[in-house]
């Protein structure tokens, strides 16, 4: 009943919350038959909650026994929520830990899976905000090697692999990116006697292809540099591979062929690539200087007329935006960086919360914070006014105005990034053109880094 209730509501938060969230493999969500999705866990439960938008079927969730409580919240969870409770015996200590039982959550999961049911599950086991899959606990492979046989026909059960990439996982309107693989093939897997074997072929093969889903970098410290080789240069590929904006999946290629090549030249030349890093850096640490986006930087000397246009004719809807979302906008951001960021930690201090949850309680203030608000206006107005028509208007109207604001406010960072290059390259200033012309030295040796990495690899973007 929940379920069914708030599903559609969270769909219109959760794009309200993104700027962008796109799916490559849409296709592989038409799977017959019981299927078990395994997924990367970055976003706490931002995570389950994106994966539920794209379904039409009911899904249940596997989740830490230490969240259902008892009594109402336990029967909510089970019951409302589809959610089977696991108890993860990494999270006991001494004489409990030697005696988790977790035979009713499989026998739950079989049932279930009997029924054609769809099950998430997260083997990494905990959610982690990190650029890679981690290693991966084996309840997938069992789940799935029991409910075969607990089924007792031809019917099997299907793993496909999703990878979840966030290009600022706590941020409001940022971009998400969901790839759904095919169903795992482990047919050509060695047949193992021992089933402790088997299940470890079949978790090291599902570790694999989640891994083919996400943007994996094993070195968490050469993230940020990786973005900026990516907004250096992808968009100079992009144009030679003739990749269109919209052809997600392409675009997804490109950037794990960068990662790719970053990890390459990093164990195979480390010394050269040493060299381009530290120009790389200093490349946009002059950009910072002079408060310009790198992603900009590829415009043409003209001045932007079309879009100077639309922020003219946009601005009063802009306004009107404003008006109706400012203060819950505000309030929200305030409580947040009042009272809930501070209980943060980075560095997973003891007695602070998992850094891996800040979008997620961001989340929830703004859609618990900016539903009281429009339910408290549209009221309001009622009141004054006698109408009731005046409650699905004001719900409509500050939904919809608000998300053109923020797209109105993204018009106007282009629109100044743009007037601002446009003067730059008139002007010729001495200190813009020689970052120009570094960029456009540092593009020609990328190239050829690029050469040197198609030649020892496949490519990975055509």
């Not at 530290?278 to 408060?291: A, M, P, Q, T, V």
């Not at 006698?386 to 993204?410: E, Q, V």
Request: contains cysteine; proline residues 4%.
């Amino acid at each position: 009943m929940l379920y069914t209730i708030l599903k559609p509501f969270v769909r219109l938060c959760l794009h309200a919350f993104f700027r962008k969230i796109e799916v490559i493999g849409r296709e592989n969500l038409t799977t017959d038959g019981p299927v078990i999705f395994v997924s990367n866990h970055p976003n706490a439960f931002l995570d389950p909650l994106i994966f539920l938008m794209l379904q039409r079927q009911k899904l249940h969730f596997i989740a830490g026994a230490e969240w259902f409580g008892k009594g109402l919240k336990s029967w909510i969870f089970r019951t409302q929520f589809n959610m089977i409770p696991v108890i993860r015996p990494w999270l006991k200590t001494g004489k409990e830990k030697s005696a988790v039982n977790n035979e009713e959550m499989f026998i739950n999961c079989y049932r279930c899976l009997a029924d054609d049911c769809r099950i998430v599950i997260y083997p990494e086991g905990t959610s982690m905000t990190i650029t890679k899959v981690r290693d991966l606990k084996t309840g997938a492979s069992r789940i799935k090697l029991g409910a075969d046989k607990y089924m007792k026909s031809d019917k099997k059960v299907s793993i496909i692999p999703i990878g979840l990439n966030y290009n600022s996982p706590h941020n409001f309107q940022s971009d998400v990116v969901i790839n759904i693989g095919q169903p795992i093939d482990f047919s050509d897997l060695p047949d193992e006697s021992d089933e402790k074997k088997q299940v470890r072929n079949m978790t090291d093969r599902i570790h694999e292809k989640m891994t083919e889903l996400v943007l994996h970098f094993e070195d968490e410290d050469f993230t940020p540099f990786a973005r900026k080789v990516s907004r250096l240069f992808g968009s100079t590929v992009m144009k030679e591979l003739e990749i269109a904006d919209h052809e997600i999946e392409r675009k997804f290629r490109l950037r794990k062929g960068i990662l790719d090549a970053i990890n390459y030249f990093q164990e195979n030349d480390k010394v050269e690539f040493e060299g381009i890093k530290d120009r790389i850096e200093r490349y946009f640490e002059s950009l910072d200087k002079l408060k310009i986006d790198a992603r900009f930087m590829g415009s043409t000397a003209t001045f932007p007329y079309t879009q100077t246009l639309a922020y003219v004719a946009g601005l009063p809807f802009f306004l009107i935006g404003f008006i109706l979302n400012a203060i819950p906008f505000f309030l929200t951001r305030y409580i947040f960086n009042s009272a809930f960021a501070p209980k943060f930690s980075v560095d997973h201090q003891a007695g602070k919360l998992n850094p891996s949850f800040i979008g997620s309680m961001a989340f929830l203030l703004g859609m618990g914070i900016f539903t009281l608000w429009y339910v408290l206006i549209a009221i309001i107005l009622y009141i004054i006014f006698g109408f009731w028509w005046i409650i699905p208007i004001i719900l409509f109207a500050g939904y919809f105005s608000g998300i053109f604001s923020m797209r109105f406010a993204r018009l106007k960072y282009h629109l100044t990034q743009k007037r601002k290059l446009y003067r730059q390259l008139k002007t010729g200033e001495e200190t813009f053109t020689n970052v120009l012309n570094e960029r456009e030295i540092l593009i020609q040796e990328m190239k050829q880094f690029k050469a040197r990495y198609d030649m020892a690899s496949p490519p990975t973007a055509n």
